[in-house]
Nanobody, 122 residues
Framework: QVQLVESGGGLVQPGGSLRLSCAASGSIFRINAMGWYRQAPGKQRQLVAGISSVGTRMYADAVKGRFTISRDNAKNMVYLQMNLLKPEDTAVYYC????????????????WGQGTQVTVSS
């Protein structure tokens, strides 16, 4: 299985910035699509941003123009640069990957990180 470790969360004031990182490790042959989800208290987990194996990006309307997703294939890492943060962005952010194991190259699998807390408040 893949192990995903997120970092970079914290408490920031409205208008501030944070950069989230997610490192993937394990017996991975290839990571395909990567993305970030978030879950606020009392709400469902929702997709924030995604990036394909060739760098195609997509964003939820609520974060478009403020967040940027990127990846480093050589390091098996994905990042989320968050600018102009709003209180509505407060949530636990989860790293998400689609990947193939070295022992099962024909199967596309899904992995989740443990989550990192982002709090935007004055």
């Amino acid at each position: 299985q893949v192990q995903l470790v997120e970092s970079g969360g914290g408490l920031v004031q409205p208008g501030g910035s944070l950069r989230l990182s997610c490192a993937a490790s394990g017996s991975i042959f290839r990571i395909n699509a990567m993305g970030w989800y978030r879950q606020a208290p009392g709400k469902q987990r929702q997709l924030v941003a995604g990036i394909s194996s060739v760098g195609t990006r997509m964003y939820a309307d609520a974060v478009k123009g403020r967040f940027t997703i990127s990846r480093d294939n050589a390091k098996n890492m994905v990042y989320l640069q968050m600018n102009l943060l709003k209180p509505e962005d407060t949530a636990v952010y989860y790293c998400h990957v689609n990947y193939q194991l070295m022992s099962a190259l024909s199967e596309n699998r899904v992995g989740w990180g443990q989550g990192t807390q982002v709090t935007v408040s004055s």
